[in-house]
């Protein structure tokens, strides 16, 4: 196997792990976790969110501390802290001991984007850059599509379940000490400070923080809706996990679809399939079919979308692309931060069906916004 095919398939594993373990697998056990230690609606979006605000925290750092220390060091490093907050949630006597471990593995996502982002720079040939790039990203959907049938056979088991993903971490963390560069390249090196503020940036940063924050209705919660909706327990919410997940692998093409139809229309085509999913999953009372059916079309649009912003971010800042996908990446889950707690405040208060089509409808303003070309070039 090639250097550049082993980055690859480290870097779908590393993904896969701490955003598909470490950060979005909390909403699939959230029924179970409430059930042991009675969370409120309100506690709930908050301990979300704080996943989604250790992911800004930590990503924040991640492209200074990839110009610094390297690709190698910064990717071992989001293993290990994946594995360790997973093993918090795991052991956690407490919500306050649980919040705490959720922000810790959530810190392991924004560590692990922008060093893969820059060891592709490094050592895969520039044509085939895009496709590993959002090869790498649809990891996330590989570990969703994992986390479901771990999580329907441990049952009420919520923290062996969350054991297991520790020890994959870790194993991960292991495989990445021998396969991803320690040198990042000179021209990640070379270039230092803040990126410079363009119409282009000011556009993908309110798109992204927009999409992050709609997506939280089913990320954050999506097992309470179909629980609620369809009275589905454990084994219809690993179903609908893994539907999501495997719909997401459809996110591996996102490089090349931008490349072949645009950044504009493949982002407003997929806000629309996402807000579809919503909507389907929020509010098809009895009929699982439908419900489902919206799992896939939200799997599939939110790798897509994760992965149409990697590729406007990393084009706007072509010299720096651990930087240039922290803008996009940052801004999603800056929405997602704001997003969980507001869709748990409002459910509280509001219908659950109402706080769902509001969260859709969030896509809307996001459309509107272009990348500032048709198609994109690349770096």
């Known amino acids: 196997m090639s250097p550049g095919a082993c980055l690859g398939a480290t870097g779908f594993g590393l993904i896969a792990v701490c955003y598909g373990f470490a950060r979005f697998a909390f909403g699939l056990f959230l029924p179970r976790i409430d059930a042991e230690l009675s969370l409120s609606s309100d506690l709930a979006g908050a301990i979300s969110g704080g ?32 594995a360790t907050g997973m093993a918090g949630i795991a052991w956690a006597p407490s919500t306050a001991w649980l919040a705490a471990s959720v922000l810790l593995a959530g810190l392991s996502t924004g560590l692990a984007s922008p060093p893969m982002a820059a060891a592709v720079a490094a050592i895969v040939r520039h044509d085939r850059q895009d496709a590993t790039n959002t090869f790498i990203n649809a ?69 992204a923080f927009l999409m992050g924050a709609s997506s939280t209705s089913l990320w954050s919660f999506g097992s309470q809706l179909v629980s609620l909706q369809l009275g589905w327990r454990s084994a219809g919410a690993s179903l609908l996990w893994v539907v999501i997940g495997t719909a997401g692998i459809a996110g591996a093409g996102a490089g090349m679809l931008t490349a072949r139809l645009g950044i504009d229309l493949v982002h407003r085509v997929f806000l629309g399939a996402l807000a579809a999913g919503i909507l389907l999953v929020g509010t098809s009372s009895n009929m699982p079919a439908l419900t ?52 748990g405040f409002l459910a509280g208060r509001l219908t659950m069906e109402g706080t769902v089509i509001a969260f859709a409808l969030l896509t809307l303003p996001a459309g509107l916004l272009r990348a500032g070309s048709t198609r994109f070039k690349p770096c």
Not at 178 to 184: A, E, G, H, S
Not at 308 to 336: C, K
């Open 51 to 82: 996943s989604f605000l250790g992911y800004c925290i930590a990503i924040i750092a991640a492209a200074y501390l990839t110009e610094r220390f390297g690709a190698r060091a910064v990717a071992v490093g989001a293993a290990v802290i994946a």
């Open 139 to 207: 990891g996330t959907s590989a570990g969703v599509v994992l986390s479901g049938p771990v999580a329907l056979m441990m049952g009420s088991q919520w923290r062996v379940g969350f054991a297991i993903f520790a020890a994959v971490a870790f194993a991960v963390a292991l495989l990445a000490a021998f396969t991803v560069p320690k040198q990042t390249g000179p021209r990640e090196k070379s270039v230092g400070g803040l990126p410079a503020f363009n119409g282009v940036l000011g556009r993908l940063i309110l798109a």
């Open 292 to 343: 489902l059916g919206g799992g896939a079309l939200f799997g599939a649009a939110y790798i897509m979308l994760t992965g149409v912003y990697l590729v406007w971010g990393i084009s706007a800042q072509p010299e720096r692309p651990a930087t240039g996908l922290t803008i996009g990446f940052l801004t999603i889950a800056m929405g997602q931060t704001v997003g969980a707690p507001l869709f």
